[in-house]
């Protein structure tokens, strides 16, 4: 199994342009999760998806929109990069639809800068 | 709104002691509370989750306590080794609408040899 993966690896963008991160697992997990994490601020929540076919706002989604294409996949989309968008991207998935009680698979990050 | 709270400043100790980290929390009953390791550059790591109805839990080298009157959790690293180096990030979990986890900023450990 691969687990969770991301891309692309690094981006770098300019301020207005869009682009989409992309996050696929493997291990049939019912809920997916888009983090950010900043220098001093630890892991943010952008949004997540607790079931296949619903989205919903975390702490930080202003800029943001996510799309839980299926049950796999789950991307993230910047529609007019603003430089306070610059971090690091973390998808995460667990197995659980609603209760908690199980950990979260990261994938290795999305490096994004916005110049 | 719920808050949580590691130390943010590393935590140096000498290879062969005991590393014991704290986390913090208000405003939130968590069902569950989780410990996670992160190196440099990359995602973070399940280590060991504690049930509120549980005191204390071990894994090999680790302990976790959880005390839900003191809304507090101790991650404990015994026999310390420089390959422990890492931040650790507590996160709480269970008895919210979304299934979500809510991070600390985590601590970053540092073992000298």
């Known amino acids: 199994n691969a687990g969770v993966t991301q891309t692309p690896k690094f981006q770098v963008l300019k301020t207005g342009q869009s682009m989409t991160l992309q996050c696929a697992q493997d291990m049939n997990h019912n809920s997916m999760y888009w983090y950010r994490q900043d220098p001093g601020m630890g892991l943010r929540l952008i949004y997540y998806s607790a079931s296949e076919g619903t989205t919903d706002k975390g702490e930080v989604p202003n800029g943001y929109n996510v799309s839980r294409l299926n049950k796999r996949e789950f991307s993230l989309r910047l529609e007019s990069a603003a430089p306070s968008q610059t971090s690091v991207y973390f998808c995460?998935?667990?197995?659980?639809?609603?209760?908690?009680?199980?950990?979260?698979?990261f994938g290795p990050g999305t490096r994004l800068t916005v110049t | 709104s719920q808050k949580i709270e590691q130390n943010s400043e590393a935590l140096n100790i000498q290879e062969g002691k005991t590393a014991t980290l704290t986390c913090n929390y208000t405003?939130?009953?968590?069902?569950?509370l989780q410990w996670y390791r992160q190196d440099p550059g990359r995602g973070p790591v399940f280590l060991l989750l504690i049930r509120e109805n549980e005191k204390e839990k071990r894994k090999e080298r680790l302990k976790v306590t959880f005390d839900t009157t003191l809304k507090q959790s101790l991650f404990h690293i015994t026999a310390s080794q420089p390959a422990d180096s890492a931040t650790y990030l507590c996160a709480l979990d269970g008895n919210n609408a979304g299934n979500m986890l809510t991070f600390g900023g985590g601590t970053r450990l540092m073992v000298k040899p």
């Open positions: 995460a998935s667990r197995a659980s639809a609603a209760g908690g009680g199980d950990e979260q698979y």
């Open positions: 405003n939130y009953s968590p069902a569950y």
